[in-house]
């Protein structure tokens, strides 16, 4: 049936991701509620340091052209 190693690998790889795809768990509401604000939180303190990073590319941009 199978030739060569590399096409039972692949086998075994489907069959794995075959697998892992129907064995969903549910998650408790607990569980949801503090991803979802995790999620939040990282949001956050994402945005907060995406403008500090614009703060610090703008002034070195101003000290630039003066």
């Given at each position: 049936?199978?030739?060569s190693i590399k096409?039972?690998?692949?086998?075994v790889a489907a069959g794995t991701v075959a697998l892992a795809g129907s064995?969903?768990?549910a998650v408790p509401t607990d569980v949801a509620a503090a991803m979802?604000?995790?999620?939040?939180?990282?949001?956050?303190?994402?945005?907060?340091a995406l403008i500090i990073v614009i703060g610090i590319a703008t002034f070195k941009y101003m000290r630039r052209s003066v």
């Amino acid at each position: 049936m199978f030739k060569s190693i590399k096409s039972k690998a692949a086998a075994v790889a489907a069959g794995t991701v075959a697998l892992a795809g129907s064995a969903m768990a549910a998650v408790p509401t607990d569980v949801a509620a503090a991803m979802s604000d995790s999620k939040a939180d990282t949001a956050t303190l994402a945005g907060l340091a995406l403008i500090i990073v614009i703060g610090i590319a703008t002034f070195k941009y101003m000290r630039r052209s003066v």
